[in-house]
């Protein structure tokens, strides 16, 4: 169909089933906040934050929490870009061109999979233990890319693509944590701004190595170290967030 005609598509599809999604949201009653509890299998010393903390954006904004978890998502995610963007170019440099497609349709499917997976495992285990595990994993990942071999390397792919999912499903939790759901909206608006960044970075960066790799994929490597560096330092940048880093009270937002 061509990528016109694709675009086309995809934006009547978007149109209709964000229409229809959208006339089924409603807003959570006056007395929400009297009603929340903490999520099962959760223990009160796993949430970051005070329960009734509510912050608006401009209060967001005057709290170091913002800028860790703002940075740390655009480190985090930068493997995952990187990969979504050189599944198959890097499949094809592995000798696998008659199927390298499938890794673009295995990272698609992880990426899912993983947004899925990891926000219930959050649930259970806490936001911050889980997007450690989530950068570890994704660090590992990417120091493997160029030692994978043969259809190892879709497995490396698939990971990689599951642990970027869970990426972007725990921020917007961990952003409603920490500042509180009722400026969840504009606030995580805010902090998606670091998804922004990361990927406008990441995409430099491998272009650059794309360019030097065009006759030896190996040459491509330092792209994926400089993804696991990124992700060692989210893993600090996570480890720093702590609940007394937010300093408005519930009271003061009210």
Known sequence: MGE??????LSGLFLVVCTIGGL????????????KSAPSGASKQQSPVPTGVELSPKQVLATPSYYLITLAM???CMGGLMMIGFAKPIAVAKGLESTAVVGVLIISICNSFGRLLWGI???????KLTLIILLAG?????LLVNAANGYWIYVVIAFIGFFYGGFLSNFPALTADLFGARHMATN?????MGFGIGAVVSSYVAG?????????ISLMFPAFVIAAICAGVG???ILLLKAKFVRFNSSKTS
């Open 208 to 216: 650059y190595y794309k360019n030097i790799a065009a006759n030896d």
């Open 235 to 237: 893993i600090l940048l």
């Open 4 to 9: 016109q005609k694709t675009f086309m598509v």
């Open 121 to 127: 495992i959050s649930d259970k285990i806490g936001r």
């Open 74 to 76: 655009a480190l985090a």
């Open 138 to 142: 994704t660090g590992g990942m990417s």
């Open 188 to 192: 995580y608006g805010l902090v998606l």
């Open 24 to 35: 089924m949201i409603k807003n959570p009653p006056e007395n929400y906040e009297n009603m």
